[in-house]
């Protein structure tokens, strides 16, 4: 396409966008002078659907009528309430319904998948995860090797971008896994860094890395809801993500997990907890845990249900649109968006955002200066700064629009 650097032509795109009516079923916050942010954060917290108020008091009007009834007479009753999100979560992950589960958060999920799926011995013991993978990946993993009475020196392996480049090459990772794929005992990804928006060769990786015996587990944080994803297909062993981010649950909501279906009926070691049992004689008290036989096998808990209620809420949206016109709309906007950007003649910025991407562009900051972030914040833009040197912008395809990103480029380019 032949883009344009004016406001008339990105109102142009907006009309012929066949999702602009969604922006009008979220919540845009709105600046003290009464107009709306541009809000480019949906990569940290995802907007609020105006939905979620009605699936909200839907279960609160059923807690006050029904009482602990509820999770049998509720309109959508509280015992199998996490069931209604599966078919959901499948679509956007690329998945069998029963190979997801939406339990706990997101760090709880990844230690209870390391429990089945790290299982280290003196010969493989080692662990695979990106240098500038989210600090909260690193600590889980340093402190299950730890935990296995193993050497974070010894067992932990960084994986670094080439001198002079910023993302991983899919090559290094391969020369790895070809050296040292007898040590290595997991691969722990996130599916899109966080950092840099990097998007991570699922498949290629997954099939290296199986074929020297090796387990592979990606976190979905930055990835569900933002990119295509076809988790069975590849046969990645498991996945964990939280849904506050692209799929607009609300703050510090309940995360979600998949387990390929390969390994449901291997009654692999596990952190068991009663939501996990054989729902026939949950509650028969028994004193032997019976794992489900699908990802339902790994809960611990019954989950919070006004939590999975906003998740549903936001996820019926995702049913309607589906992960094709999201995926293709996100793709054009953030194609405008470089378009815009690489128009400004400045040395003061660089995108280190790869081809491979989502939604998000991280735009590097020359000196690792955030005075440019705090300026654009001032003028109204939603965005967010990651040290040392990152502002991160996220045009979401639901509730952005062309508009947004021709604005937000407007006050980049004035503030430069």
């Keep these: 396409m032949n883009y344009k650097n004016t406001i008339e032509f990105a109102k142009g795109l907006d009309a012929k966008d066949e999702l602009r009516k969604y922006r009008k079923e979220f919540h845009i916050p709105l600046q003290k002078n009464g107009e709306e ?12 659907p105006k939905r ?27 015992m199998p309430y996490h069931e209604f999100l599966s078919d959901s979560y499948a679509k956007i992950v690329g998945a069998k319904s029963s190979e997801v589960v939406a339990m706990n958060t997101l760090t709880v999920n990844l230690h ?63 020369k790895i ?54 988790l069975n297909k590849w046969g990645v062993d498991f996945a964990i993500w939280c849904s506050y981010k692209y799929l607009n649950s ?26 996990g049992h054989k729902k026939e004689e949950r509650f028969k008290m028994l004193d032997k845990f019976i794992p489900i036989n699908t ?3 790994w809960q611990l808990s019954n989950p919070p249900i006004l939590s999975l209620a906003a998740i549903r809420a936001s996820l019926s949206i995702f049913d309607e649109v589906g992960m094709e016109k999201l995926v293709s709309k996100s793709k054009n906007m953030t194609d405008y968006l470089l378009y815009l950007l690489n128009t400004i003649e400045t040395d003061r910025i660089k995108i280190i955002t790869p081809k491979e991407r989502g939604c998000q562009l991280s735009i590097q900051v020359t000196n690792g200066n955030k005075n440019l972030f705090n300026k654009i914040t001032k003028k109204g833009i939603v965005a967010d700064w990651r040290e040392p040197d990152v502002i991160r912008i996220a045009p979401v395809p639901l509730y952005n629009s062309f508009t947004d990103v021709f604005n937000f480029y407007s006050i980049l380019k004035e503030v430069l």
Aim: proline share 3%.
């Design 295 to 297: 990802a339902e096998g």
């Design 177 to 230: 896994i070809e050296k040292e794929g007898d040590k290595i005992a997991l691969i722990m990804l996130g599916g899109v860094n966080y950092y840099t928006g990097q998007v991570f060769e699922f498949e290629k990786i997954t099939k290296l890395a199986h074929q020297k015996g090796i387990k592979v587990g990606f976190d979905l944080a930055h990835a569900a809801g933002n990119i295509k994803l076809n």
């Design 112 to 174: 209870l998948m390391m429990v089945s799926f790290y299982r280290p011995n003196e010969k493989r013991h080692k662990i695979i995860i990106e240098g500038d993978a989210f600090p909260s990946d690193i600590y889980a993993v340093e402190s299950q090797i730890k935990h296995h009475g193993f050497s974070t020196k010894s067992s932990l392996v960084k994986l670094k971008p080439r001198d002079g480049e910023t993302c991983i090459n899919t090559k290094d990772i391969q």
């Design 37 to 48: 942010y541009i809000y480019m954060c949906g990569n940290s917290l995802g907007l609020q």
């Design 52 to 78: 979620t108020k009605e699936f909200l008091n839907q279960e609160l009007e059923d807690w006050a009528k029904f009482g602990v009834e509820g999770h049998f007479h509720a309109k959508n009753p509280w």
């Design 250 to 275: 609300g703050p510090g909501s309940i995360g979600a997990a998949f387990i390929h279906e390969k390994h449901h009926q291997k009654n692999l070691p596990r952190f068991a907890g009663w939501w």
